[in-house]
Structures are given as structure tokens and as C-alpha cells.
């Protein structure tokens, strides 16, 4: 297994499964807090964003968001592209 393409959701697994019952709700805060504020960045920035453009072009935007991350994905970290 090549640590330089360990992705997320293995790193989250292995910090809850290295960690001993008593400290997993640590982790899953920790990990969920770190979800949540990226979550909430990104619609803040899209809310702010909607106040300078419209919607078709955030829409267009945000559809190029979706189909450019799994290619910067396998690009830069080497990861394979579903077909689903």
C-alpha cells in the first residue's frame, strides 16, 4: 500500500481504529468538525458569490466544480475515476 495515495477516508478509519473505544468520539468530533467547517465555507462562498453573478453562471460553475476535482484528483494524487 503507497502511503502518497492514502485518501481521506482511509486516514479517518485508521486514526479511529489506532485509537483505543474511550478516544473515538474525540476523532469523530475532530473529523466531523473539519467536514463541517469546509462544508459550510463552501456555501458561504457560493451564497456570497450568488450576490455578484447569477444563478445560471453558479450553476455552470459549480458543474465544472463537480467535473474537475475527480480529474485534479487522479492528476495530482493518482487516484482512478469511476464510471459510477
Known sequence: HNPKNH??????????QNN??????????RWGGELGLWMFLGFAWQAIGLQYTTAQKSAFLL??????????????????ISAV
Open 63 to 80: 458543474y465544472l466544480n463537480v467535473k474537475f476535482v475527480p480529474l485534479l484528483a487522479a492528476t495530482l494524487y493518482g487516484h482512478s
Open 20 to 29: 483505543n473505544n474511550n478516544n473515538n468520539n474525540h476523532v469523530i468530533w
Open 7 to 16: 485518501d481521506n477516508k482511509n486516514m479517518v478509519r485508521d486514526d479511529i
